[in-house]
């Protein structure tokens, strides 16, 4: 009987149960699916993520929207609500805030000014050009928009005398419009004189230093009696040092002799 069980318990440890195996390989085909559900989501999922950014690029280039401590958008952000006044009236936002520019962004703080101040600038200068046209003037007085501001070329010849800083009176109505216009501005005024490089020797003045920068003087304060701040004004004499053309010829020469009225930017 004994012997009975022995053989029992042995034929039993030679045939282990296997029936784990059913469930372990349909475990394995369900992960194998899930993994191939997850692989597929993954492709599609990549074409999406690609598409929302193409998106969120396209919108931040835009505009940004931030939102305050509150929960609420930022002031001139799309979207917000005009803000009212204790009244109950609408307020304004200022430019800056609202109006974008032809890139549909908001504008550098400052640029708005800057257009403002440029623009009475190009103003100024239509009006100068306007008088120089209906006065026959074209010879004697140029205009210039340089990097400084707008410059005013006055020949010698329709100013001063040869040698001399005393202003012509045939001049002054020019000069009294040319003043008149230039109140239109607060912005600063310098006044150059030059010369051509013969040498001067007279009793007032000793060399083209002296003659040049007395002419810029004689126009400064001109300026400064009929109504132009001093504030706004300075000059100064270069001589026969920053010519602009060479002085080998008398035509050359003429174009040297001149003083120039710069309106400076801001």
């Known amino acids: 009987m004994a012997r009975k069980r022995k053989l029992k318990k042995n034929h039993e440890e030679d045939h282990i149960d296997e029936t784990w195996l059913i469930p372990y390989s349909d475990l394995l085909t369900l992960l194998l699916a899930l993994f191939i559900v997850l692989f597929s989501m993954r492709s599609e999922d990549m074409d999406r993520t690609n598409l929302l950014f193409d998106s969120l690029n396209e919108a931040l280039n ?24 204790e009244d109950g009236t609408e307020k304004q936002q200022s430019g800056t805030e609202t109006e974008k520019n032809e890139n549909g962004k908001k504008p550098i703080p400052g640029t708005a000014i800057n257009d403002k101040e440029e623009q009475k600038l190009q103003d100024l200068m239509s009006d100068l050009q306007s008088h120089i046209e209906e006065n026959n003037l074209n010879a004697e007085i140029t205009l210039n928009d ?121």
Not at 69 to 75: D, F, K, N, V
């Open 62 to 85: 835009t505009f940004m929207i931030f939102e305050g401590s509150g929960g609420e958008p930022a002031p001139g952000t799309p979207g917000k609500q005009p803000s009212t006044g």
């Open 146 to 266: 340089i990097s400084q501001g707008i410059q005013i070329t006055l020949r010698d010849r329709i100013v001063f005398d040869s040698g001399s800083d005393n202003i012509k009176v045939n001049f002054i109505p020019s000069l009294d419009e040319i003043t008149k216009i230039l109140t239109k501005l607060d912005n600063p005024i310098i006044v150059e004189g030059h010369t051509d490089n013969r040498p001067i020797h007279n009793s007032k003045f000793t060399s083209n230093w002296e003659l040049s920068g007395a002419r810029a003087a004689a126009v400064l304060h001109y300026f400064q009696n009929n109504g132009i701040s001093p504030n706004r004004l300075s000059f100064t004499g270069y001589g026969e040092f920053k010519p602009i053309a060479a002085n080998d010829t008398p035509e050359n020469r003429e174009l040297n002799r001149r003083v120039n009225i710069i309106i400076l930017r801001k």
